[in-house]
């Protein structure tokens, strides 16, 4: 069973940066759509950046400006750049990927089990 892994959480001060990177643990045939969600405890969990296959973007009001998602489409990973960071941006980040991982089945959306980061000082 493929699986999205999330890596790079941790604790940052306001002001810094991190970088979440997201990759399947096993062999994909293709990655289409790819995002970055982010879930507070007792809260929704909201859309952060999206990318598509062909490398558009989008983002959050929130984040635009500090955030910035990207793809290595030949490793099937997706990046979160993120700037200057502020304690509102704590929270479980998860990322989402279509992926079409075996002939026998059609593309279908896959989740990470989320990676914390905190901003704090």
């Known amino acids: 069973q493929v699986q999205l892994v999330e890596t790079g959480g941790g604790l940052v001060q306001p002001g810094g940066s991190l970088r979440l990177s997201c990759a399947p643990n096993g062999s994909v045939l293709s990655t289409y759509n790819m995002a970055w969600y982010r879930q507070v405890p007792g809260k929704s969990r909201d859309v952060v950046a999206t990318i598509t296959t062909g490398g558009i973007t989008s983002y959050s009001d929130s984040v635009k400006g500090r955030f910035t998602i990207s793809r290595n489409s030949a490793e099937n990973t997706v990046y979160l750049q993120m700037n200057n960071l502020k304690p509102e941006d704590t929270a479980i980040y998860y990322c989402?990927?279509?992926?079409?991982?075996?002939?026998?089945?059609?593309?279908?959306?896959?989740w990470g089990q989320g990676t914390q980061v905190t901003v704090s000082s």
């Open positions: 989402t990927a279509n992926l079409w991982v075996d002939a026998l089945s059609q593309p279908k959306d896959y």
